[in-house]
């Protein structure tokens, strides 16, 4: 089977990035955090490949260390989040009912909020730092996550599968896991990978704001907000960060589209 | 006399539909003797698969009662329900819809084994799937393959193994042939008639299909609107129908030995 070529592509660019962030743990080409006020502000070259900032520290092992910040948090949100809203779904799903009416209820109540004005609320309430920020993210990822969840549960359980199942004795609870979760499965991983690009947006704009992480840890958002002031004299500042996570979500989303394409029951399953 | 294998008294399932309701089944009643084969036809929307739905246990009826083997399965506690389950089992109609795409066929055989928690496991348990995969002309192989790597008719033949792993005293076969080619149909009917005389399986069969009622059954049934219009044994209906809509039913039905022809009505 040939694969998609926007999985490969998406793959790629997620895998570099992914990288990017667990090497600078270890690596970064200067201490991101080493100011060197003689050589501020630099255009890009063979030392810097990236430039370097205001204060005279390296962009690019700021950017490296910014991916694990931004990264982070996006997956965190995005794993707590999915987790919490696919439960609710297939809860829903599965139990009908009252159940089904209160969790799309809830889920109408937070899809209602602005998420960024809401994240900025629970900042104000919790203060900045990466809970907040990846609390304001994943709380807005359970509705999207519910929504799918009970919507492919839902087709799941009007299958003669699961008639058989309940023939079997199974309860709704040994059903859902044997049965439900594993065939909306699929469905569920192309939406982590699309909402994780989302969340890449939504930290940023966070740190954008000063709701996201606190110096000196490296963030992309903060990193955008800080350059501005610099933009004439030095674009390189906010073309680094800016580019980082435009191709980060782009990755994601590639990545997103490509599992779909490759989980499509019209493919390759046919007749 | 000997007890009859399945009785179904009076049974009614209506479901609210705006204002008014539709009565899916209305008085229903059927008695089915062991080892023996039952038609239940009707066309499309005279309660036939609600009729098997409730049967089996998965819906309940608004009234009337279901008593397999004597027992009333609606008045059994969920743990006797559970218990009385392995008795009865079902063969559906469509063999793509009824096994779990994810699942192994051998694990999907296997899974009517929940209700018995004396059943065999491990090396025991993949011999008995292979027996019964060999039973309905598959290969024990075939257990560790999935549902996608076979034909209607070979998932059809896993949806009956499935059925068999409890040894049922009943299976109900809703239109169970219906989405498979002649040639596939006449295996699968062969095969439940094998499993009657090998197995002493009395099998409730509801169909649309006439000249499978003609090759298989010992008593049918005729379903309309939800309601039983005639029943008796098997070639008095087909060869004496009293009622007109069993006449209609017979003169719509194209036979499998004249191809292109439709028969021509008894002159009455």
Partial sequence: MRLPKSLILGAAITAIMVGAAVLSRVWTPADPTAMNIVARLQAPDAAHWFGTDPIGRDVLSIIMAGAWTSLGIAMLATAIGGAAGTLLGVTAAARGGRAERLVMGFNGVLFAFPPILSAILLGALMGPGAVTAITAIGVFMVPVFAR???????????????????????NDIRITAEHVLPNILPQIIVQLAIQTGLAIL????????GMGVSPPTPSWGRMLSESQTYLAAAPHLVLAPGLAIAVTVLGLNLLGDGLRDLTDPRRGQAG | MTQPLLQVSRLSRHFPLGQGMVRALD???????????????????SGKSTLA???????????????????????????????????????????????DPRHRVGRIIAEPLHLDTTAPKGRDRRDLVGRLLRDVGLDAADQDRFPHEFSGGQRQRIAIA??????????????????????????????????????????????????????????????????????GPMRQVMDHPAEPYTRRLLEAEPRLDVIGRKVRPKPS
């Fill in chain 1, 148 to 170: 799918i969840s009970r919507a492919a549960a839902i087709q799941i359980w009007a299958r003669d599968y699961i008639s058989a199942a309940r023939m079997a004795g199974k």
């Fill in chain 1, 202 to 209: 939504s930290e940023a704009g966070l740190s954008f704001l």
């Fill in chain 2, 27 to 45: 008085d229903v009643s059927l008695t089915l003797m062991p080892e023996q084969i039952l038609g239940v036809v009707g066309e499309s929307g």
């Fill in chain 2, 53 to 99: 739905r409730i049967v089996m246990g998965l819906d309940r009826p608004t009234s009337g009662s279901v008593r397999i083997a004597g027992r009333d399965i609606f008045a059994l506690s969920p743990r006797h329900l559970r218990q009385a389950r392995r008795d009865f089992q079902m063969v559906f109609q469509d063999p793509y819809g009824s096994l």
């Fill in chain 2, 162 to 231: 499935r059925a068999l792993i409890t040894k049922p005293r009943l299976l109900v076969a809703d239109e169970a042939t219906s989405a498979l080619d002649l040639t596939v149909q006449k295996q699968i009917l062969r095969l439940i008639l094998d499993l009657r005389d090998e197995h002493g399986i009395g099998v409730l069969f509801i169909t649309h299909n006439l000249g499978v009622v003609d090759q298989i059954c010992d008593s049918v049934a005729v379903m309309k609107d939800g309601r039983i219009v005639e029943s």
